[in-house]
């Protein structure tokens, strides 16, 4: 009966050992593959994702460090949570891939921060670790919310080793993504802190296939040429229009036009030369006659 | 020769000041006498004696009882300048822009109104297109069509095509002028962008009065395909917009999204529905993105409807600035997208909550007001020594006050928030107020906007530019560490967001 009731006890506590991280309300960064098990040079597609866990999150900056070495192909940040990347994930230093962004007016939810697609030529076990993880609460507060990471050890296996059928496959290609990036606004900005008070351009889209590649501006009649926001703009009279194109990944394109801000200069006007004429030649015509009638 | 011209001009200009002093002199005298003399009055309008006469839109607080909406505006305070014309610079509306045109009915005149995207109206009047000598004032505004939406819906199976004008003429007199004596001819001229996933053939531009129960075609357009101009002639004035059909092919540039994107994008359309504060103006954001901006009606309803979306997940936010100006606290929401249309209902906007002070000496009344919909109970919630809170209701107008005795309150920070429920619906939090509790009461500057880096009273991605500058950097700029804690990092990035406005 003792035995029966120590047993008891031992699985109460064990199953509150384990199960009380997920009753927490600690919002999770986590990373996600198909599988686990992968051979060596197969690629694979693991996905960052984010569980608010009922919080309201509108911020959130981390770290994601491979070991032993990941072959990194292409990052995916389409069809993110996130609205505006403070940081846009990308590599560093061959060993991590570093990430901050927002979300205004915040998020509750489960949902994908972005993926990257790569793959590992050491047979072994490969670990990959969510590092300076961070979150903040949408409270206006900057309050920082309690953070859970769960990280993602796979096991790498010669091919002839593999246990997993062929069938499940690990990484799918991107689907056909024919759909432009989506409509933005592009916004002029003049702060003293900033390129020293010059006239700056910022934008910011979205793509829902693969994500942004990169961004084009052209100022008058100048060619594209490709930008990062913020941009200073090289006509500080604001005379010139500006278009913005956001390219996409699959070579999808959006542009977006603004128009000057102060117009063309009164030189650049057409009319007011008309008019300079026309009053030159009465005021020569009544030359001409004054002259006459002496 | 000369002395004699010099004399004429001197008694010319002396008859113009007498006769003036003399009619200036008579103004509103009676001009009465016994026995065989006429009995006469004499009336001339003059400007300044707050009374609205002749030939003056108003005098003073004579407004003529006219307000900003007779104006075509949606609300607000109408004023009058010294000279007695309407000034409406308090005048709200949800308008992308607004012009004021005066034109003489005799001389007639051109005036063309151009859009931020390079869309345009151009209205031509012809000489004496109305009987009165007297300046015409044309108040012309331009607005998204997602404004048009709720209140005047296009035809079924069609779509606006670029922006929807509303014209609204007043006399010299400050009358509301419907109908004019002769045709003005009106050019809208339209962009690539807002012409793409339409059948340009279908194009033609319509009238909608107020009181219409729909869009009615004007008659004898000429859609000039080539250079995107529609070209008419109208007598009667209110909104009108250029109306067209969806193209049933797909365009042959498949992946090029130049502002509209393809057919299948362009049609791929949501609703957004539900309670804000009445004629508030409502913000919805897409991606952080202002997306469009509509008026809620007098029952605080909004609709706004989102045209040109894909098939995906989005983050949608919600915002509406009440009667006073202050906003809500912007509520988001994600929803997939599906091919065809979305209908998102149920919304309900968090009410706007101001303090009227930011310290208060213990003891004092704290006023909390703000607005919500109609007859709203809220829920006021103290976050201090312990949390509590209070109720109150909105009034018909949505608007609601509260006195809280701070007696209670112990020294020191505390923060308080609102949320509204009606008919089982609960509105989300109001934003988060903080307010001190010590020895003296200090005022709350309304003006204070938390993140508006470069005073434009918004805060957007110009603002997150700034602060990602100064991100992770030495010495930052003072107004960019909005907790002020010597640093720009994730912090001050997650304060930004919380007050954003698109």
Known sequence: MFKVKNKIYIFI?????????????????????????????????VKVFLNTKKENINAVEGEIIFAPPFFLKE??????????????????????????????????????????????????????FINQGKAFLNDGLGTAASL???????????????TTTPEQKIFLPAAPDSVPPESFLPLLGNEPGLFNGQWFLVFATQDRGLGIDHY???????????????????????????????????????????????????????????????????MLVKKLCLKRKR | MKKQYFLIIICF????????????????????????????????????????????????????????????????????????????????????????????????????????NNSAATVNLPQ????????????????????????KPPPTGKNFCGK????????????????????????????????????????????????????????????????????????????????????TTSPASGNTGGGGGGTSSLFINAGFSGRAYPQSIVTLLKDGQIAGTVLAD???????????????SYNFGLYATDSHGNRSALTNFSSSIVSGSNNITGLFIAPTMVLDKSEIKRGEVLNISGQTAPNSGITIIFDSENVFSEQTTADKNGAYAFSFNTAPLGVGQHFVKGRAGLNGATSPFSQTQNFLVGTKSVAADQNNLKGDLNGDKKINLVDFSILAYWYNRPAPLASADLNADGKVNLVDFSIMAYYWTG
């Open chain 1, 148 to 162: 859970s990471v769960t990280n993602l050890t796979l096991a790498v296996v010669q091919s002839e080793e593999k």
């Open chain 2, 298 to 312: 007098a029952s605080a309803n909004f609709l706004i409807n989102l045209n040109g979306l894909s098939v995906g």
């Open chain 1, 13 to 45: 506590f064990l199953a509150g050992v384990f199960l009380l991280p997920s009753w927490t309300l600690a919002a999770e960064i986590r990373l996600e593959t198909k599988i686990k098990e992968i051979t060596v040079g197969e690629t694979i597609e």
């Open chain 2, 13 to 116: 200009f002396l008859t113009i000041v007498l006769s003036i002093g003399f009619f200036v002199f008579m103004d509103e005298t009676n001009a009465g006498s016994s026995g065989d003399s006429i009995f006469m009055t004499v009336k001339i309008s003059v400007c300044g004696n707050n009374i609205k006469e002749g030939g003056e839109h108003c005098d003073g607080n004579a407004l003529g009882g006219k307000t900003c909406l007779n104006l075509g505006f949606s609300g607000g305070v109408l004023h009058c300048t010294p000279s007695c014309e309407f000034y409406t610079t308090s005048c709200i509306t949800s308008a992308g822009s607004t012009a004021t045109p005066i034109f003489s009915p005799t001389n007639g005149g051109t005036y063309t109104m151009l859009n931020a």
């Open chain 2, 164 to 247: 929807v004008y509303d014209f609204v003429f007043i006399d010299g007199s400050g009358t509301n002028i419907s109908t004019l004596a002769k045709p003005a001819s009106i050019t809208l001229t339209y962009t690539d962008d807002e012409v793409s996933g339409f059948d340009e053939n279908t194009l033609a531009p319509y009238r909608r009065g107020d009181s219409d129960s729909s869009w009615q075609p004007i008659s004898g357009a000429v859609v000039d395909t080539a250079n995107n101009t529609v070209t008419f002639s109208n007598t009667n004035f209110s909104s009108i917009s250029l109306i067209g059909e969806p193209q």
């Open chain 1, 75 to 128: 990052i995916r940040d389409g069809n993110s949570l996130i609205s505006f990347w403070i940081k846009r994930p990308q590599l560093e230093a061959d060993s991590k891939i570093t990430f901050a962004g927002i979300i205004p007016g915040g998020y509750s939810g489960t949902g994908q921060l972005f993926s990257f697609v790569g793959k590992l030529q050491t047979v072994g076990t490969a670990d990959f």
């Open chain 1, 216 to 282: 084009e501006v052209r100022e008058g009649d100048d060619s594209f040429m490709a930008a990062e926001s913020p941009y200073l703009l090289k006509d500080q009279k604001l005379r010139s229009q500006i278009w913005v194109k956001a390219v996409d990944r699959a070579g999808n394109e959006r542009v977006e036009k603004m128009t000057a801000k102060n117009g063309a200069v009164w030189y650049e006007n057409l009319r007011i030369w008309g008019i300079i004429l026309v009053l030159i030649t009465l």
């Open chain 2, 128 to 151: 004496n297109f109305y009987t009165d000598n007297c300046d015409m004032r044309m108040q012309m505004f331009s607005y998204e069509k997602t404004a048009f939406m709720t209140s």
